[in-house]
């Protein structure tokens, strides 16, 4: 890994270059103009790496089973052979001599030579690669001990010795690729969530015309603008707004929620959605790499070329193998000819070090944890998007909370009053959907859930910084604060956004709305809180609306009518007094304090700027992601220090055994993939945590005062 990054970050426009070993891929940040893609495909191949322009849509199942099936028939053919030569070699065990033990020998060897040069070609052609630019690979001491044990096998047959090791030699070769596919399935296994996001896409479209005629197009050639089709069953081929149609949609990917959701004219609708129930027509907003999906596999993908701490000592350790294996194996070999053993016995010891000591578990340690814990939380509706926030998460004492649209939702809900005439209520509404203030909308909203159409008001006008006013059967109607409509000021609003409505002389009637917070955001705070983690409130919401708030989920530290700049005093102040702080927000006034955290998470309904400063994006509207995403953190690092053991341990281990003549080339093969399947199982415990994260901590985020009173009025 680091020769590659290291290659590739000296070419010049090169900015940076991270390998992705379990992905198989490397991710270049270029100048372009300065330097072409062709010149890195160019410079990976003089490395010895086949490379090409990534295409997300060969992350499936078709690359895999290519690998899959390489892999399956060399095994196929080292079993074979290996059950034939063991069965050829009893007669030898049993005490064959002369011409009938040279004779079984020499059938070894015509079983044995052919299937270790098709089968070990994957360890081959590797080595030959890496030697040919100068390096050493860690199948390069692989396959020197497979030939070794070959060689000398039919050295002793030719020269009619008493023991030939073709047997040794073929099951040697049929445990490293055992290894080698168990490796490679789990790998699979682990692989990320790209393969499955790819997969929601359409492959295309049917296109209305202007004419009305419809004709396919493929998901590729699509553009802004264009009406397509969706019948009901299929998934969305790009960004839109629905144009014609009212349906169900399936916005599991964008929402986390398995109910279906209605959409109608004008709702916003993403590539990859499914339409359930009816055929809609949308106009694209956005195609291609500009969707939404598109913006989820590219942040699935930052998130596995992140490289934490670990990733990089094992790399540097990794860097050092060969020199290291190879001086071990020389020293193994000479000290046992010095001890007086002979060449075959030396030779034989000399390749069970060679053997036993593949870095194929310290390579593996760290970044198949970071890759299963980042396809649990994608499936589970957090996207990381850079690998080492996995570390940070683990890592944090202090959460700090933005309210409005973190633990609130951020659209504001009509509470009071709750029974009230339709006429004053589609009244009101006529007024307030000319305008574009949060309560108007919000106003109008309700209108719209309770079954009734605004009423038709003339001469609107706003008045900013008081309200609305207009006209109504020669009354005049107003919507506003509270004096706009002669209502006496409150010096207490308990925390609750308020709009006056008043209707000619008629006694005005005061309309109050509650920014209602999120599904399980006081769990979420007292999960937290059991894992010994401080947690803040930090507004820039009013006094009241901040302690009721923080009253509700069970914060004891809140700050209000905090700015951007206070925002971000405050995180960097805890940041200096040794606190490590994960920053929630998800507004373009958050943007600062959440660059400013140790790490940070926003909701995907952020802004573009909170969404972009933050290194952690949960969807849906549940506030449980937050602490699951926690746990997640703490439970890979947790794992990845016992990988980094095993890994490490395996080696101190074994190498000691292996030079003193305890492991044989066959025992080392199967220790050697032994550790690096273990290190993957290991790794795929990630995933079978527990999922109700939050709910754990229900019963005390109940006892919290207020919890109760605020989901009551909510």
Wanted: charged letters at 20%.
């Amino acid at each position: 890994m680091a020769h590659i990054e290291t290659d590739l970050g000296a070419l010049g426009g090169v900015k940076s270059a991270r390998v992705n070993l379990t992905g198989r891929r490397v991710a270049v940040v270029y100048e372009d103009g300065v330097i072409a893609p062709q010149a890195l495909i160019d410079r990976l191949g003089f490395l010895g790496y086949m490379a090409r322009p990534f295409d997300p849509r060969e992350t499936g199942l078709t690359k895999d089973d290519r690998e899959n099936a390489r892999l399956l028939r060399a095994l196929a053919v080292a079993g074979f052979a290996a059950g034939n030569v063991m069965l050829l070699s009893v007669s030898v065990w049993s005490g064959a001599e002369g011409a009938t033990r040279d004779l079984f020998h020499w059938l070894s060897a015509m079983i044995a030579l052919p299937a270790v040069a098709y089968a070990g070609r994957p360890f081959f052609y590797s080595a030959v690669n890496a030697l040919r630019l100068g390096r050493v690979n860690m199948d390069v001491p692989i396959s020197l001990g497979v030939l070794l044990a070959s060689f000398m096998s039919l050295f002793e047959t030719i020269n009619g010795a008493e023991h030939a090791y073709f047997d040794a030699s073929v099951t040697l070769l049929f445990f490293l690729l055992a290894g080698r596919y168990l490796d490679h399935l789990m790998r699979a296994r682990a692989r990320s969530a790209i393969a499955q996001l790819i997969s929601l896409s359409a492959e295309g479209a049917s296109v209305i015309e202007a004419d009305g005629t419809r004709r396919y197009v493929p998901a590729r050639e699509l553009k802004a603008g264009m009406l397509v089709a969706v019948a009901a069953g299929d998934r969305l081929p790009a960004d839109g707004l629905i144009r014609e149609g009212t349906s169900d949609m399936d916005r599991s990917l964008l929402t986390g929620e398995t109910a279906p959701e209605t959409v109608k004219p004008g709702s916003l609708v993403h590539a990859g959605e499914m339409n359930v129930t009816a055929p809609i027509t949308v106009e694209i907003t956005a195609a291609g790499n500009d969707t939404f999906l598109s913006e989820l596999v590219r942040l699935m993908a930052s998130a596995e070329q992140g490289q934490s701490r670990y990733i990089r000592i094992a790399d540097r350790l990794a860097r050092f193998y060969s020199p290291a294996v190879h001086t071990l194996a020389a020293i193994t070999l000479l000290g046992w000819l010095l001890l007086g053993h002979g060449w075959h016995d030396s030779i034989m010891a000399a390749i069970a070090v060679l053997i036993i000591t593949c870095p194929c578990a310290l390579g593996l340690a760290v970044p198949a944890v970071q890759v299963v814990a980042s396809g649990r939380l994608f499936r589970s509706g957090v996207m990381i998007k850079d690998g080492a926030a996995l570390e940070k998460l683990a890592g944090i004492d202090t959460v700090i909370f933005d309210k409005t649209g973190t633990l609130t939702k951020g659209e504001p809900a009509l509470v009071s009053p709750l029974m009230v005439s339709t006429e004053t209520l589609a009244l009101a509404a006529g007024l307030a959907q000319a305008s574009k203030h949060p309560l108007s909308r919000a106003l109008v909203r309700e209108v719209a859930k309770r079954g009734l159409q605004p009423v038709s008001v003339s001469d609107i006008a706003e008045h900013p910084g008081l309200g609305l006013s207009g006209q109504y059967m020669g009354e005049a109607i107003k919507l506003g604060n509270r004096a706009w409509c002669g209502m006496e000021e409150s010096a207490d609003d308990h925390g609750l956004l308020e709009f006056a409505f008043r209707r000619g002389a008629k006694v005005p009637v005061l309309f109050q709305f509650e920014d209602r917070l999120r599904p399980d955001a006081a769990e979420t705070v007292a999960a937290l809180r059991q894992m010994g983690l401080a947690v803040h409130l930090l507004s820039g919401d009013r006094e009241a609306a901040v302690a009721r708030v923080a009253q509700a989920v069970g914060i004891d530290t809140a700050v209000s009518r905090a700015s951007p700049q206070a925002k971000l005093a405050y995180v960097d102040a805890l940041s200096k007094a040794g606190r490590k702080v994960l920053m929630v927000g998800d507004g373009i006034n958050d943007a600062p304090a959440l660059a400013a955290g140790y790490t940070s998470m926003a909701p995907s309904s952020a802004s573009d700027i909170g969404r972009t400063a933050a290194e952690t994006v949960w969807m849906g509207e549940s506030a449980a992601a937050v602490a699951r995403a926690v746990r997640v953190g703490r439970r890979s690092q947790r794992i990845a220090k016992e990988n980094f053991a095993l890994a490490v341990g395996y080696n101190v281990f074994a190498v000691p055994l292996a030079m003193i003549g305890f492991v044989s080339p066959l025992v080392a093969a199967v220790a050697m993939s032994t550790s690096s399947i273990i290190v993957i199982a290991n790794a795929l415990r990630v995933g079978l945590g527990r999922t109700a994260d939050a709910g754990s901590a229900k019963r005390d985020a109940d006892t919290a005062p207020g919890t109760r009173a605020l989901r009551d009025a909510a």
